[in-house]
Every structure is written in C-alpha cells, then in structure tokens.
C-alpha cells in the first residue's frame, strides 16, 4: 500500500471522527419533554421569551421548553456540549423583526442575532465558533410573533448565564453563580443564595431576599432594587436608574448611579461607596459599627441618618451647599464655609462626604 494513499486515509477517517464527535456535541430537541444538561456550567439563549429559574435537585439542570405565539412552531431548540459546560438555544428563524412576547414591555432594539440563537460575548467563546450576526429588530408589536418560555430547574452549587433580548428573566430559590444576562427585558429574583449578577441594558433588576453571598445589580437606564439583603456585598450600579436597597445586612456595598437617586433604608455594613454623578443620596443605618463610608454626589443633596451609636470621624465637603446637623453626641473639630469635621464617640470610623453644590444633613 502506497504511503500517500495510507495518509490521505488517514485524514479522510481523522474528519470524519471530527464530524461524529461534533454532531454528538449538539442535539435538536423537541419543544415540551424535558432535557437535562449535567455539565457544572449551563448557558442559555433565548433572544425573544421568559425564561424561569427554580431550584431543582439531583445531578442535572433541567429545562423544559414551550414554543409560544402563532409563528412559534417554527422554533428551534438545541442543545450543545462541550466539556464541563453545556448550552440549550432557542433558533429563530432568519427573519428582519421579532415581536415581544405577551404581556411584556414593547421596547424596541436592534440585536445583532447569529443563525445559532446566539447573541453578544465574544465570536469565539469556549469552542463554540460564533459569527457576527444579522441585524435583528425585537421587541414592538411587529415581525415574526413567536417566542419561547423556558422553565429550568437548577441544583445547588451550579454555575449558569441566562441571555435573554425581550421578555423576562426571573429566579425562584436558587443557589449557585448565576448571571440573568437582558437587554430589553426586565431581571428579577426572589429567595436566592451564591453569587449573583443581573446585568440588564434598559431593562429592570430587582432582588427580594438574598440568603447568603453577594449580589450586583447593573443596569443601563433601568432601576436597581435590592430588598432583604443578607451576605457578604451588596453592589447596585445604574446609569441613570434609581438605585433602591432596603433592610441590608452585608460586609460591604457599593452604590453607583450616573444621575439617579440613591435610596437605602435599614441599612448594616461595616463598609459602603456611593457614588452618584449628579443624584441624590438618601442612607439610613439600622445598626452596627461603621468603619469607612464614602458619599460623593457631585451636585446631588445628601441625608445621612447614622446607627444610634456611632463612634466615627466625619469630614464633610459641600462646595457651595450648607452642611447640618440634627443629632446630640457630635464633637465639632472644624468649621468653615464649605464644610466640616465633626467626631462621634472616639472616631474609630472614618465618614467622608462629598457633595460639590448639594447640601448635607447628618440625622
């Protein structure tokens, strides 16, 4: 036998054990059995729908697909695999616009969506080849009328990033890493523990009850609201979003809004940054020691109601604001026109305020 014929045998057998091992990577399933993904990492695509997560047990994420909408049986669903990370995709068809779900919001927006169901990240994630992308419009009341709701179950411990372009994204009782990846659509969560980001473009997040671990809220121009909050960070980013956080006991937060107000009321942490641009900052403590906070509003006014024994320095800069405040127990070490310096108990803490124009009132 010819060497050259062994080696063009060779490489004829090498793709095909490359195509056998692909098409065993990835899988169409029909909408409505449920199908199970055992990898520790679960990624989903599901550009137009309402994707639920809940906790689940046993060794699999399980996730339960319903076609919706008079064009959804042209839907596709898919599963991928590929190591220790598996990924269900909803497949539209190639079509110019897509109508938002029922009973969700009917903003708009341009979504560079791949023929795979895909969209955003990087055009090579994981070994997963991506293209660009056709320019896609979602959301309105026009185009293609169909979408998909995606009902997953998620034991503890795992790992998961849910994409959605228009819809809603929700979790119930989960506990694990998660990301809730929307754009347009709104992100919420309920009961949860882990670690945890809702990132939304225009679209809301908001958390009721978080067990244990930490939380980050990153949204565009959508609010940020966290609620019973319980862990180790507690982080509400907005651009120009209101950001909202009530009965918080963590180590540290992190409160970052572009022109928003911020709001927080029984609040607890050792630690804490808020930073707002131009919008006000409205804190309330509930309790405990405070040993560093920084408030920096630009323009915005500043009410800052303290824990009841509060032992801490505070440097106070108001530019051309007034600066008052309305408590006993402060020891006055410094006045001027543009600020002060003032001392509760032995000043083991250190508060400083910034506020460029806006006022200042210590309760």
Known sequence: MKPSF?????VVLCAALTLVT?????????????????????????????????????????????????????????????????????????????????????ETTDLALRRDGTFGGDRDDGGWRRGRGDRVRVGGSRGFRGWANLEITVPDGR???????????????????????????????????????LDTGSGTGTVRGLRSGSLK?????????????????????????????????????????????????????????VDTGSGSADIAYAGGAIEDLSIDTGSGRVNLALPANVDARVTIDTGSGQAVVERTGAIFERRSDDGMVLRFGEGRGRIRIDTGSGGVTIR
């Open 217 to 273: 809220i990153d949204t565009g121009s959508g609010s940020a609201t966290a609620t019973d909050i319980a862990g180790d960070l507690l982080d509400l980013d907005t651009g120009s979003g209101a950001a909202e956080a009530t009965n918080v006991r963590v180590e540290r937060f992190r409160f970052d809004t572009g022109s928003g107000p911020v709001r927080a009321r029984g609040l607890t942490a050792r630690r804490g940054v």
């Open 159 to 197: 790992e998961m990033k849910v994409h959605v372009a228009v819809g809603h994204a929700r979790a119930d009782g989960v506990n694990g890493d998660v990301t809730l990846d929307t754009w347009g659509a709104d992100a919420e969560a309920t009961n949860i523990s882990g670690t945890w980001l």
């Open 22 to 106: 692909a098409l065993r990577g990835q899988e169409t399933v029909r909408p409505g059995p449920r199908v199970e993904l055992a990898e520790h990492l679960v990624e989903i695509y599901d550009a137009v729908g309402t994707v639920t997560l809940r906790h689940g047990t046993g060794n699999a994420v399980t996730i339960t697909a319903t076609a919706q909408g008079p064009d959804g049986g042209q839907l596709q669903f898919q599963v991928d695999h590929s190591g220790d990370r598996g990924r269900f995709r909803v497949v539209f068809p190639e079509v110019e616009a897509i109508a938002s779900p029922e009973g969700t919001s009917g």
């Open 6 to 10: 062994v080696r063009a045998c060779a």
